[in-house]
Protein backbone atom coordinates (compact mmCIF):
# COMPACT_ATOMS: atom_id res chain seq x y z
CA UNK A 1 0.00 0.00 0.00
CA UNK A 2 1.34 3.01 -0.84
CA UNK A 3 2.54 6.25 1.17
CA UNK A 4 -0.12 8.08 1.39
CA UNK A 5 -2.58 5.70 1.95
CA UNK A 6 -0.70 4.69 4.70
CA UNK A 7 -0.54 7.81 6.45
CA UNK A 8 -4.15 8.00 6.52
CA UNK A 9 -5.23 4.57 7.71
CA UNK A 10 -4.34 2.20 10.32
CA UNK A 11 -4.07 -1.25 9.18
CA UNK A 12 -5.90 -3.81 11.54
CA UNK A 13 -7.42 -6.83 12.56
CA UNK A 14 -10.55 -5.13 12.14
CA UNK A 15 -12.41 -7.66 14.53
CA UNK A 16 -15.05 -4.82 15.84
CA UNK A 17 -16.06 -3.72 12.59
CA UNK A 18 -16.35 -7.43 11.03
CA UNK A 19 -18.31 -8.11 13.89
CA UNK A 20 -21.04 -6.01 13.23
CA UNK A 21 -23.04 -5.18 10.49
CA UNK A 22 -22.88 -1.08 9.67
CA UNK A 23 -25.08 -1.13 6.70
CA UNK A 24 -28.40 -1.03 9.40
CA UNK A 25 -26.70 0.61 12.09
CA UNK A 26 -28.82 4.25 13.68
CA UNK A 27 -26.24 7.09 13.27
CA UNK A 28 -27.17 10.05 15.01
CA UNK A 29 -25.21 13.46 12.91
CA UNK A 30 -24.74 16.36 15.00
CA UNK A 31 -23.69 19.50 13.54
CA UNK A 32 -22.12 21.87 15.43
CA UNK A 33 -21.44 25.98 15.26
CA UNK A 34 -18.86 26.94 17.88
CA UNK A 35 -19.05 30.38 20.03
CA UNK A 36 -16.63 32.19 18.12
CA UNK A 37 -12.66 32.11 19.68
CA UNK A 38 -13.18 28.26 20.90
CA UNK A 39 -11.76 26.51 18.62
CA UNK A 40 -9.02 24.98 20.68
CA UNK A 41 -10.94 24.62 23.62
CA UNK A 42 -13.36 22.30 21.52
CA UNK A 43 -10.94 19.83 20.49
CA UNK A 44 -9.11 19.37 24.30
CA UNK A 45 -13.44 19.23 25.07
CA UNK A 46 -14.10 16.32 22.78
CA UNK A 47 -10.85 14.07 23.52
CA UNK A 48 -12.12 14.54 26.99
CA UNK A 49 -15.44 13.11 25.98
CA UNK A 50 -13.33 10.25 24.30
CA UNK A 51 -12.62 8.83 27.32
CA UNK A 52 -16.59 8.61 27.91
CA UNK A 53 -17.48 7.09 24.81
CA UNK A 54 -14.29 4.81 24.56
CA UNK A 55 -16.25 3.57 27.90
CA UNK A 56 -19.39 2.97 26.06
CA UNK A 57 -18.29 1.08 22.88
CA UNK A 58 -16.15 -1.67 25.34
CA UNK A 59 -19.41 -1.66 27.63
CA UNK A 60 -21.48 -2.37 24.13
CA UNK A 61 -23.92 1.01 24.99
CA UNK A 62 -23.10 2.04 21.33
CA UNK A 63 -20.73 1.14 18.44
CA UNK A 64 -19.03 3.98 17.47
CA UNK A 65 -18.14 7.60 17.99
CA UNK A 66 -16.69 10.23 15.70
CA UNK A 67 -16.06 14.02 15.57
CA UNK A 68 -14.92 15.49 12.33
CA UNK A 69 -13.49 19.07 11.68
CA UNK A 70 -15.46 20.52 8.92
CA UNK A 71 -13.51 22.24 6.06
CA UNK A 72 -14.32 26.19 6.07
CA UNK A 73 -13.88 26.56 2.20
CA UNK A 74 -16.59 23.47 1.34
CA UNK A 75 -19.47 23.89 -0.29
CA UNK A 76 -18.59 26.92 -2.02
CA UNK A 77 -17.05 28.51 1.12
CA UNK A 78 -20.45 28.25 2.30
CA UNK A 79 -19.94 25.40 5.36
CA UNK A 80 -23.23 25.28 7.58
CA UNK A 81 -21.24 23.81 10.55
CA UNK A 82 -17.63 23.71 12.09
CA UNK A 83 -17.91 19.58 13.66
CA UNK A 84 -19.70 16.91 12.69
CA UNK A 85 -20.24 14.44 15.41
CA UNK A 86 -21.12 10.57 14.94
CA UNK A 87 -22.76 8.48 17.49
CA UNK A 88 -23.23 5.25 16.25
CA UNK A 89 -25.91 2.63 17.41
CA UNK A 90 -26.35 -1.14 16.43
CA UNK A 91 -30.22 -0.49 16.38
CA UNK A 92 -33.18 1.66 17.26
CA UNK A 93 -33.17 0.41 20.85
CA UNK A 94 -29.57 1.03 21.86
CA UNK A 95 -30.04 4.67 20.42
CA UNK A 96 -32.76 5.36 22.33
CA UNK A 97 -31.73 3.71 25.76
CA UNK A 98 -28.79 5.91 25.76
CA UNK A 99 -30.72 9.24 24.81
CA UNK A 100 -33.11 8.27 27.80
CA UNK A 101 -30.36 8.89 30.18
CA UNK A 102 -30.51 11.25 32.87
CA UNK A 103 -28.00 14.53 33.56
CA UNK A 104 -27.29 13.03 37.36
CA UNK A 105 -26.20 9.37 35.72
CA UNK A 106 -24.33 11.39 32.75
CA UNK A 107 -22.74 13.26 35.78
CA UNK A 108 -21.98 9.97 37.01
CA UNK A 109 -20.85 8.49 34.26
CA UNK A 110 -18.10 11.04 33.58
CA UNK A 111 -16.78 10.37 36.66
CA UNK A 112 -16.97 6.66 36.81
CA UNK A 113 -15.09 7.18 32.69
CA UNK A 114 -12.45 9.31 34.44
CA UNK A 115 -11.46 7.68 37.88
CA UNK A 116 -7.84 7.61 38.27
CA UNK A 117 -7.09 8.45 34.80
CA UNK A 118 -7.66 12.53 34.66
CA UNK A 119 -7.73 15.12 37.59
CA UNK A 120 -10.91 16.34 40.05
CA UNK A 121 -10.54 19.52 38.87
CA UNK A 122 -10.05 19.01 34.80
CA UNK A 123 -13.04 16.58 35.08
CA UNK A 124 -15.23 19.34 37.56
CA UNK A 125 -14.36 22.13 34.52
CA UNK A 126 -15.66 19.86 31.42
CA UNK A 127 -18.21 18.38 33.63
CA UNK A 128 -19.83 22.66 34.38
CA UNK A 129 -18.89 23.03 30.53
CA UNK A 130 -20.92 20.38 29.48
CA UNK A 131 -24.09 20.95 31.85
CA UNK A 132 -23.78 24.50 31.13
CA UNK A 133 -23.22 23.96 27.14
CA UNK A 134 -20.08 26.67 26.64
CA UNK A 135 -19.24 25.72 23.31
CA UNK A 136 -22.32 25.00 21.18
CA UNK A 137 -23.64 28.51 19.46
CA UNK A 138 -25.79 26.42 17.59
CA UNK A 139 -26.29 22.04 17.65
CA UNK A 140 -28.23 20.58 15.31
CA UNK A 141 -29.29 16.76 15.15
CA UNK A 142 -30.29 14.43 12.06
CA UNK A 143 -31.48 10.95 13.26
CA UNK A 144 -30.24 8.54 10.52
CA UNK A 145 -31.12 4.59 9.67
CA UNK A 146 -28.73 2.85 7.73
CA UNK A 147 -29.45 1.47 4.22
CA UNK A 148 -25.81 0.43 3.06
CA UNK A 149 -22.59 0.33 3.93
CA UNK A 150 -19.11 -0.22 2.22
CA UNK A 151 -15.92 -0.37 3.38
CA UNK A 152 -12.52 -1.85 2.02
CA UNK A 153 -10.76 -4.65 3.17
CA UNK A 154 -7.86 -4.09 6.43
CA UNK A 155 -8.77 -0.04 6.83
CA UNK A 156 -9.57 0.98 10.23
CA UNK A 157 -9.75 5.10 11.08
CA UNK A 158 -7.30 7.14 12.24
CA UNK A 159 -6.46 11.47 13.41
CA UNK A 160 -6.20 13.14 9.93
CA UNK A 161 -8.62 10.98 8.01
CA UNK A 162 -10.78 12.56 5.31
CA UNK A 163 -14.41 12.24 4.84
CA UNK A 164 -17.34 14.00 2.91
CA UNK A 165 -20.56 14.51 4.09
CA UNK A 166 -23.99 15.07 1.62
CA UNK A 167 -27.41 16.32 1.98
CA UNK A 168 -29.53 14.89 -0.23
CA UNK A 169 -32.90 14.96 -0.96
CA UNK A 170 -34.61 12.04 -2.98
CA UNK A 171 -36.66 13.28 -5.98
CA UNK A 172 -38.16 9.87 -7.08
CA UNK A 173 -38.71 6.33 -5.71
CA UNK A 174 -35.91 5.35 -7.52
CA UNK A 175 -33.09 7.07 -5.63
CA UNK A 176 -32.21 4.32 -3.44
CA UNK A 177 -32.18 1.83 -5.49
CA UNK A 178 -29.74 4.01 -7.44
CA UNK A 179 -27.73 4.59 -5.09
CA UNK A 180 -27.43 0.84 -4.08
CA UNK A 181 -27.68 -0.89 -6.94
CA UNK A 182 -25.73 1.19 -9.52
CA UNK A 183 -23.38 3.76 -7.57
CA UNK A 184 -22.29 1.35 -4.88
CA UNK A 185 -20.88 -1.14 -6.99
CA UNK A 186 -19.21 1.77 -9.49
CA UNK A 187 -17.81 2.91 -6.18
CA UNK A 188 -16.51 -0.46 -5.77
CA UNK A 189 -15.07 -1.37 -9.35
CA UNK A 190 -13.28 1.66 -9.52
CA UNK A 191 -11.93 1.84 -5.69
CA UNK A 192 -12.40 5.75 -5.98
CA UNK A 193 -13.95 4.72 -2.25
CA UNK A 194 -12.67 3.51 1.23
CA UNK A 195 -15.49 3.65 3.08
CA UNK A 196 -19.51 4.62 1.97
CA UNK A 197 -22.65 4.90 3.62
CA UNK A 198 -26.35 5.39 2.88
CA UNK A 199 -28.85 6.34 5.02
CA UNK A 200 -32.31 7.84 5.55
CA UNK A 201 -32.56 10.83 7.75
CA UNK A 202 -36.15 9.30 9.92
CA UNK A 203 -36.13 12.38 12.54
CA UNK A 204 -34.31 15.78 12.87
CA UNK A 205 -34.48 18.80 15.39
CA UNK A 206 -36.92 21.47 14.66
CA UNK A 207 -34.05 23.70 13.82
CA UNK A 208 -32.88 21.15 10.96
CA UNK A 209 -32.56 21.46 7.17
CA UNK A 210 -36.05 20.19 6.24
CA UNK A 211 -35.98 19.54 2.42
CA UNK A 212 -33.08 16.79 2.91
CA UNK A 213 -34.77 13.02 3.12
CA UNK A 214 -31.19 11.12 2.98
CA UNK A 215 -27.25 11.44 3.82
CA UNK A 216 -23.78 10.01 2.49
CA UNK A 217 -20.87 9.96 3.88
CA UNK A 218 -18.13 8.75 1.92
CA UNK A 219 -13.80 8.58 2.25
CA UNK A 220 -12.52 8.74 -1.04
CA UNK A 221 -9.23 6.95 -2.14
CA UNK A 222 -6.64 9.25 -2.08
CA UNK A 223 -4.61 6.28 -4.00
CA UNK A 224 -7.70 5.45 -6.57
CA UNK A 225 -5.87 3.68 -9.67
CA UNK A 226 -6.55 6.75 -12.43
CA UNK A 227 -8.07 4.37 -15.43
CA UNK A 228 -9.82 6.25 -18.39
CA UNK A 229 -13.91 4.95 -17.80
CA UNK A 230 -15.85 4.56 -21.10
CA UNK A 231 -19.41 4.16 -19.80
CA UNK A 232 -21.72 2.43 -22.26
CA UNK A 233 -24.70 3.63 -23.27
CA UNK A 234 -26.56 1.49 -20.31
CA UNK A 235 -24.24 3.24 -18.46
CA UNK A 236 -25.07 6.78 -19.76
CA UNK A 237 -28.53 5.91 -19.29
CA UNK A 238 -28.03 4.78 -15.38
CA UNK A 239 -25.89 7.54 -14.94
CA UNK A 240 -28.78 10.42 -16.20
CA UNK A 241 -31.38 8.62 -14.42
CA UNK A 242 -29.26 8.14 -11.33
CA UNK A 243 -28.18 11.90 -10.93
CA UNK A 244 -32.33 12.84 -11.83
CA UNK A 245 -33.31 10.76 -8.80
CA UNK A 246 -31.86 13.12 -6.35
CA UNK A 247 -30.77 16.61 -5.60
CA UNK A 248 -27.62 17.31 -3.34
CA UNK A 249 -28.41 20.34 -1.24
CA UNK A 250 -24.85 20.68 -0.03
CA UNK A 251 -21.31 18.92 0.95
CA UNK A 252 -19.14 19.21 4.08
CA UNK A 253 -15.25 18.06 3.67
CA UNK A 254 -14.15 17.44 7.16
CA UNK A 255 -11.07 15.84 8.81
CA UNK A 256 -11.82 13.02 11.42
CA UNK A 257 -9.79 14.74 15.20
CA UNK A 258 -11.56 11.56 17.74
CA UNK A 259 -13.03 8.35 17.32
CA UNK A 260 -14.20 5.32 19.70
CA UNK A 261 -14.88 2.50 18.36
Avoid: C
Avoid at 5 to 21: E, R
Avoid at 96 to 101: P, Y
Avoid at 235 to 260: P, T
Amino acid sequence: MKKILLSIFLISTFNLLTAQDWSSVYRQVEEVTLNEGLENDYVDFEAFWKTIKAKHVKEGMQIGWFVWKVDQSSNNNNAWSDYLIFNIFANEDQMKQMNSKTPEWWENEIKTAHKGKTKRSIIKKYTEETLNNRYRKKSVIYTNKGLDTFLEENIAPSVGTKGVYHGIEKLNDDYVDFERKFFLPSHKESKTRLYWELNEIVDRTDNAYKPVTHSIFEIPNPDAPQNEWKPSFVEEMAIKYGIASRKIHGSLNAELVHFAW
